[in-house]
Structure formats: structure tokens, C-alpha cells
């Protein structure tokens, strides 16, 4: 193996990790850890993780799955303003669409 394959290699590890299902479940994580340890910067931070995922699932912001990570940003924005029931709520969309897809691909 080259070094030039190698570099391809990382290339390709990297763009897995960055839209791919590491990224989903960290987003995922971060969320919960930030509703649940009441830290607005964690679910903004899942927000920021999300945005390439959701940009690759929704054809480069063509459909509103461009949107979810909006609900991340809204569910930081509900527990700064100490509502912890409307923060949990905000998250559920990319819960459920994460669910959708990954039963989709587990099903195929």
C-alpha cells in the first residue's frame, strides 16, 4: 500500500465518521446528556454534529430533513428558558427520523 491509498483510506474513514452513524449517535448522546445535565452548549454542540448528516439525507438541504438540527438549536434555546418537557419534545424529530432510517437500513 502507498501512502497515497493510505491518505484515501483515512479520506474515506473520515467522511463516515463526519455523515455517517458516529455522527448520529455522538448527536444523539449529546442531547440527551445536555437535557438531562441542563447544559444549553451540549445540545448546540449536537446541533453543529447533525448538520452534515442531515445535509447528506436531505439532498443538500432539498427536503425538511435539512431542518433537524433547527430542533436542537430550539430544544437549547427551551432549557435555557427552563423548559425541560419542551426540550425533550424539540429532540424527538431527530430521535425518530434516526430510528426511521436506521430500521430502514437494518431491514433492507
Known amino acids: 500500500m502507498t501512502l497515497l491509498q493510505c491518505g484515501s483510506d483515512m479520506t474515506e474513514i473520515l467522511v463516515q465518521i463526519i455523515f455517517g452513524w458516529p455522527a448520529v449517535i455522538t448527536s444523539i448522546l ?13 445540545l448546540i454542540a449536537s446541533g453543529i454534529i447533525c448538520i452534515p448528516f442531515t445535509y447528506y439525507i436531505s439532498n443538500g438541504f432539498r427536503n425538511p430533513a435539512a431542518l433537524l438540527p433547527l430542533f436542537q438549536f430550539a430544544s437549547a434555546y427551551a432549557l435555557t428558558r427552563d423548559r425541560q418537557l419542551i426540550a425533550w419534545l424539540l429532540i424527538t424529530p431527530v430521535i425518530m427520523v ?7 437500513v437494518l431491514t433492507q
Do not use: T
Open 30 to 42: 449529546l442531547s440527551i446528556a445536555g437535557i438531562r445535565l441542563k447544559k444549553p452548549a451540549l
Open 98 to 104: 434516526s430510528a426511521a432510517l436506521a430500521y430502514a
